[in-house]
């Protein structure tokens, strides 16, 4: 089956942690993103990635970092130095020139 | 730089009553828009998308919505609503050309059917 994978479900860390969030897609889709998801506010973009070896700011980069050296692959770093990295973040991806995107499960993270 | 504004944050309603959900965008580019619902706990699913040709699109569980250049609005309805409708709904959109791909979505509507 082609889908988006996002793993885990369920993440606790402690605060001044670093935590990596992986996103995995199968569909052959050349664009990657990430958003974060707070009650009552939507989804805001964090970072995209258009293609391999390149991705760009979205509206609320701080305090993340991304990486993109596989098409497959668009792993999401929380840093220490996101104040308030509660939340539940949506990985997506879509064909370059194609605007539909596919979305995985979601990872809610929780920062104790 | 574009905007999305759902006008609505909770619509209740009964189970076979109709609904609408209203979404209102500006861009100063053409755009794309796109309805998506999000079940809880859950990512979103792709309801229906109108990229060019007919304004009035639609999914294949019932819903429609109908783009509105000179009203620059893209309302979602649904004649009759079942009680798995119930779910939270998000419009968006997307700038065609050299940006297509980068998505600004609503605040969402929370949608409750109920019996």
């Known amino acids: 089956d082609g889908g988006i994978t996002q793993s885990p479900k369920y993440l606790f860390r402690k605060e001044g942690q670093n935590v990596t969030l992986s996103c995995e897609q199968n569909?052959?889709?050349?664009?990657m993103y990430w958003y974060r998801q707070d009650p009552g506010q939507g989804l805001r973009l964090i970072y995209y990635s258009q293609i391999v070896n390149d991705f760009q700011k979205g509206d609320i980069a701080e305090g993340y970092s991304v990486s993109r050296e596989k098409k497959e692959s668009f792993p999401l770093t929380v840093t220490s130095a996101q104040k308030n990295p509660t939340a539940f973040y949506l990985c997506?991806?879509?064909?370059?020139?194609?605007?539909?995107?596919?979305f995985g499960p979601g990872t809610r993270l929780t920062v104790l | 730089a574009q905007s999305v504004t759902q006008l609505d944050s909770q619509v209740p309603v009964f189970e076979e009553a109709p609904v609408e959900l209203r979404c209102n965008y500006s861009?100063?580019?053409?755009?794309?828009l796109f309805w998506y619902v999000q079940y809880p706990n859950q990512g979103l699913q792709l309801l229906l998308k109108y990229l060019s040709g007919s304004t009035l699109v639609k999914s294949i569980n019932g819903f429609e919505a109908e783009f509105n250049k000179s009203q620059t609005s893209f309302h979602l309805r649904k004649p009759s609503v079942h009680i798995s409708d119930t779910a939270e709904y998000f419009c968006a959109v997307t700038q065609t050309g050299a940006n297509a791909g980068k998505s600004t979505f609503g605040d969402g509507t929370t949608l409750t059917v109920k019996p």
């Open positions: 861009s100063s580019v053409s755009v794309y």
């Open positions: 569909l052959n889709h050349d664009a």
């Open positions: 997506a991806s879509s064909m370059r020139w194609s605007n539909e995107q596919f």
